[in-house]
Each structure stands twice: as C-alpha cells, then as structure tokens.
C-alpha cells in the first residue's frame, strides 16, 4: 500500500489562472476530504466524499472551488481564476468508514500553491 | 461553529522529559479524537485515536481522553529532539467532519 498520493507537489500560478489538483486516495478507502491549511492554522475542512457522492462542502468555500471524485476512487479539486488569498497547502486525506466512531483519516504530502 | 483550541506554544522541554499536549472541544457529541503530528512543511501524520474515556497507550505515547470535560492531551515520555514538531488535535463529529485545533509547536532541547 503506498499510501494517499497527490499530484502536483507544488504549483505556482499568476492570479486569474485555473489550477486542478488530484488525490488518489489509498486503495481500499471509501471516503475522501480536502482540507487547505495556512502557516500556523490546522487543516480547514473544504468537502468530502463518500465513494463518488460528495457529502458535505464547505460554506467557506466560494463557487470558484470545485471537487470531484467520479468513479470513488481518485479525486480532483479545481481553482478557478485564483487569488492571492488561495496561495495554501491543500491536503487530501482519506479514510475507510467502519461501523461507529472509528475512522482514522490519513494524509497524503499535500499540494502547495503559491498564486503570485 | 464547532471549535478545538489547543496552545500554539511553542512548549520547551530538555531531551528525555515528558511533554504534556493538551486540547479542548466544544462539540459535546464528538466521539472520535486523534493526534497528528506535522514537521514543518510536511503533511499531519497520524500518531495516536482514541474514542473511550480514559487512557490510550502505544510506545512513548499515552492520550487521555475526558469527554465530560470535553478535554483530550497528549503526553509523550522520554522526549526525544525528534519529536519536535507541531501537534494538531483533531476531533470528529457525528456527521463524519473533522475539525482541527492550531496545533502546539514543541521544542525538545537536546
């Protein structure tokens, strides 16, 4: 098992630009959430799925953000015309969903973007 | 909104102690709780869950979950220069969102 992967590791874009990021997540695993993270702040929950439906987006969120994941496996996460305020690290994480409480969620290295 | 505080630190202790990481919740419903740790410009690595009141052992690493003082922490024996890093919080509700504190940074001074 290789863990949760993501592509690309870094992305410097002008502002304006549309910029798509993918996660695959690990293999067996039924959910996905995208979180961006700021210096100094935790990851901020962006969406999650449940195998190809998308459960849950956040109101933070403004419509220029997008996420897919269309057949539950690999997902895609779309910026479109990006601003400075975007320049983040984006995690995507994973996790399989027992019955109860359990469900350990697991990160991939991240993409950072820099929106100059 | 749905909140986890945790002291940003940074939290300084000598090589060999125990560090003591601590955090808050507001959501008393909450069920799930973890512990990650993040080197800088890296990504959370998942170091510890716990879902019962009481104590979670696993190597050098104890949580301590109290659920009617909505409180969770983290302690970390025999502190090594390699532990030092930030350590998020992180709790799950009940409709399968995790919410994250700020993180601790810690500092442990060979």
């Known amino acids: 098992d290789t863990g949760v992967s993501q592509d690309p590791r870094h992305k410097i874009t002008k502002r304006g630009q549309n910029v798509t990021f993918r996660c695959d997540p690990i293999s067996e695993h039924n959910r996905l959430y995208w979180y961006r993270q700021t210096l100094g702040q935790g990851p901020e929950f962006l969406t999650y799925?449940?195998?190809?439906?998308?459960?849950?987006k956040s109101r933070l969120l403004s419509d220029r953000f997008s996420a897919e994941r269309p057949k539950g496996s690999f997902s895609t996460l779309e910026i479109q015309r990006t601003e400075q305020g975007d320049s983040a690290m984006y995690l995507c994480?994973?996790?399989?969903?027992?019955?109860?409480?359990?469900?350990?969620?697991?990160f991939g290295p991240g993409t950072r973007l820099t929106v100059l | 909104q749905k909140e986890v505080e945790q002291n940003s630190g940074p939290l300084s202790v000598p090589e060999g102690a125990i560090a003591s990481l601590n955090c808050t919740y507001s959501?008393?419903?909450?069920?799930?709780f973890f512990w990650y740790r993040q080197y800088s410009g890296k990504s959370p690595e998942l170091i510890m869950s716990?879902?019962?009141?009481g104590d979670k052992e696993d190597g050098r690493f104890t949580a301590q979950l109290n659920k009617a003082s909505q409180y969770v922490s983290l302690l970390i024996r025999d502190s090594q220069p390699s532990d030092s890093a930030t350590y998020l919080c992180a709790v799950k509700d009940n409709f399968n969102k995790f919410y994250f504190g700020s993180g601790t940074k810690l500092n442990v001074k060979p």
């Open positions: 994480a994973s996790s399989f969903q027992l019955a109860g409480p359990y469900n350990e969620q697991f």
């Open positions: 716990i879902y019962s009141n």
């Open positions: 799925f449940q195998n190809e439906a998308q459960l849950e």
């Open positions: 959501d008393r419903g909450s069920q799930s």
